[in-house]
């Protein structure tokens, strides 16, 4: 997932970065409840392994719920936000200005390599 380099507006970038509609299409087809509180990101993380295997998700699973993920902790992690490497690539700064990729974090997840929605939600909260 890619956006335009130099794109440097927190306010705009976050309402670009703000839909994540197939992964809520998906749940909602399946009556799970999902929010981009915490809670919601225990719910995602046990549907994950379904969705993967759904070819109408699936291919774009790691994008989707790392905008989903990257939501959740810019609305809930006081002083992160979205910002832009140079190339265009989005991720979440957090407060002590360390960034998360939260695409590849959850590309790792959907791999069997990586930590859980709900643990990578702590380790933003708690860095």
Known sequence: MYGSP????????EEQLSTHNE???WAVERTLDLSTQPEGLSTLDRALNDWSADPA??????????LY?????VKNVEGSHWCVWPN????VRLSSRREMDV???????LQGKGRSLPNLYLQALND
Not at 6 to 13: A, N, Q, S
Not at 57 to 66: E, S
Request: net charge neutral.
């Open 103 to 109: 695409t590849a974090l959850v590309s790792q997840r």
């Open 88 to 91: 265009g690539h989005p991720v």
């Open 69 to 73: 993920l990257g939501n959740a902790i």
């Open 6 to 13: 130099g794109f440097d507006d927190p306010d705009r970038l």
């Open 57 to 66: 998700i699936g291919p774009k699973l790691a994008n989707q719920v790392g």
């Open 23 to 25: 992964v809520l299409h």
